[in-house]
């Protein structure tokens, strides 16, 4: 039987692709909208079709209904945002078979009620879209010692201005590479286990 342990660890390895390119607050918030178009797109057709796929293979429909969706919104980031999607393209294409996002669109063929599953839905959406875009912003600044560089790759010259200098002269670098990723998950979640153990001892005594 799965356990608790097992379902975290689920989750954690559906973060995974997704923190290598989300370098920067903005590549976070462009995987963040692909991933709101994509879980958005889906629920809503999933909603509507979803009595008429009870005995079809649900995993391989719903893989064929996100994917749709993504390949939709990777390529209008290639027309509107072609500085961004030379970054993010190839993690963004892999939204469609996240762990954690294609688990709660399977709610959505499933016997629970539309509403409820298509909230359920939304809200990991939204919950995980924030995530990639603070996550992005905390490697950029401790790792290029910058904010909000490179926003005008989604609004135009005019959001150049956005930038933000940190302390650039004192950046760890390593946090921007692939291995940073996860290392900075890794003192996150320590982080979080720390303010946890505390919360509990404090509720105990």
Same mark, same amino acid.
């Given at each position: %039987? ?15 692709? %997704?923190? !290598?390119? @989300? ?15 994509? %879980?958005?797109?889906?629920?809503? &057709?999933?909603?509507?079709? /979803?009595?008429?796929?009870?005995? =079809? ?8 209904? =996100? ?21 993010? =393209? ?6 469609? !078979? ?27 959406? #939204?919950?995980? @879209? *924030?995530?990639?875009? !603070? ?11 910058? #904010? ?12 150049? @201005? ?17 291995? *940073? ?6 003192? #996150?979640?320590?982080?979080? +286990?720390?303010? &946890? =153990? /505390? /919360? +509990? &001892?404090?509720?105990?005594?």
């Amino acid at each position: %039987m799965p356990t608790r342990n097992d379902d975290r660890a689920w989750v954690l390895l559906g973060f995974c692709p %997704m923190l !290598v390119p @989300a370098t920067s607050a903005v590549s976070g918030l462009g995987l963040a909208l692909t991933t709101c178009v994509v %879980m958005l797109g889906s629920v809503a &057709t999933l909603s509507v079709v /979803r009595g008429a796929i009870t005995k =079809a293979p649900r995993s391989i429909i719903v893989l064929l209904v =996100a994917g749709g969706f993504c390949a939709c919104a990777v390529s209008v980031m290639r027309a509107f945002a072609f500085g961004l999607w030379e970054h993010v =393209a190839l993690y963004a294409q892999i939204i469609a !078979v996240n762990r954690l996002l294609h688990t709660h669109l399977l709610r959505m063929v499933s016997p629970l009620p539309a509403l409820r599953a298509a909230a359920d839905a939304i809200v990991s959406a #939204l919950m995980f @879209a *924030g995530l990639l875009v !603070v996550f992005g912003a905390i490697r950029e600044g401790f790792g290029r010692g910058t #904010l909000f560089a490179g926003m005008e790759l989604l609004f135009g010259e005019g959001a150049a @201005a956005w930038r933000v200098e940190l302390a650039p002269d004192h950046a760890l670098a390593l946090l921007v590479t692939p291995a *940073g990723a996860f290392l900075c998950a890794g003192v #996150l979640l320590a982080c979080h +286990r720390a303010v &946890t =153990a /505390r /919360r +509990r &001892t404090s509720h105990a005594s």
